[in-house]
T-cell receptor, first 112, second 118 residues
Framework: AQSVSQHNHHVILSEAASLELGCNYS??????LFWYVQYPGQHLQLLLK??????LVKGIKGFEAEFIKSKFSFNLRKPSVQWSDTAEYFC??????????FGAGTQVVVTP | GAGVSQSPRYKVAKRGQDVALRCDPI?????LFWYQQALGQGPEFLTY????????KSGLPSDRFFAERPEGSVSTLKIQRTQQEDSAVYLC????????????????FGPGTRLTVT
């Protein structure tokens, strides 16, 4: 069975610090990988996705993620966070039909 | 533009009551997904429709849970004889995906219905 593991449940950092959130998955087939974000009081929305090709993908708001097949990882990064990046971040693996399996989420708090 | 809408946004039910949760997907979106999100957890898949056909209901936790999408647009998730463990946020998502291999399509999520069973 596929699973998704996010390493940190809570992260607190200051503005301008760099952010990296870990995500590992186990899945036997071709993977579609996603990072979703939920800002306070808002819907889940897509940050970025990987299906094939360049393993370094860029998303909205300056986020990027790197797919490392050998490590079954898809870590999210941002070089310099802003207060507005305070949110909960979810890594997800999708099957070919679109069914998503999510990690438990990481709550990120950026302090001014 | 109009996104995915869900109603009610909040529902309090007494244990044993039946509830119905509604999802209005984005117009033209073929695929519709329901997820359950318990407190402090990520969303968990419940069921999936392509148009009116329910192609996967493997995530429904018991036979008290039932979902339908009779005309291929609006969907209803019904929970019979609610239990305290049913308390969660129920999320609906829709996408343009029409075929196997449609996993590449982005899912657009609604705001969710927060169900509390007392």
């Amino acid at each position: 069975a596929q699973s998704v593991s996010q390493h940190n449940h809570h992260v607190i950092l200051s503005e301008a610090a760099s952010l990296e959130l870990g995500c590992n998955y186990s899945y036997g087939g071709t993977v579609n990988l996603f990072w979703y974000v939920q800002y306070p009081g808002q819907h889940l929305q897509l940050l970025l996705k990987y299906f094939s090709g360049d393993p370094l993908v860029k998303g909205i708001k300056g986020f990027e993620a790197e797919f490392i097949k050998s490590k079954f990882s898809f870590n999210l990064r941002k070089p310099s966070v802003q207060w507005s990046d305070t949110a909960e971040y979810f890594c997800a693996v999708g099957d070919s039909w679109g069914k998503l399996q999510f990690g438990a989420g990481t709550q990120v708090v950026v302090t001014p | 533009g109009a996104g995915v809408s869900q109603s009610p946004r909040y529902k309090v039910a007494k244990r044993g009551q039946d509830v119905a949760l509604r999802c209005d997907p984005i117009s033209g979106h073929v695929s519709l997904f329901w997820y359950q999100q318990a407190l402090g957890q990520g969303p968990e898949f419940l069921t999936y429709f392509q148009n009116e056909a329910q192609l996967d209901k493997s995530g429904l936790p018991s036979d008290r849970f039932f979902a339908e999408r009779p005309e291929g647009s609006v969907s209803t998730l019904k929970i019979q004889r609610t239990q305290q463990e049913d308390s969660a946020v129920y999320l609906c998502a829709s996408s343009l995906a029409q075929l196997a291999g449609g996993g590449a399509y982005e899912q657009y999520f609604g705001p969710g219905t927060r169900l509390t069973v007392t």
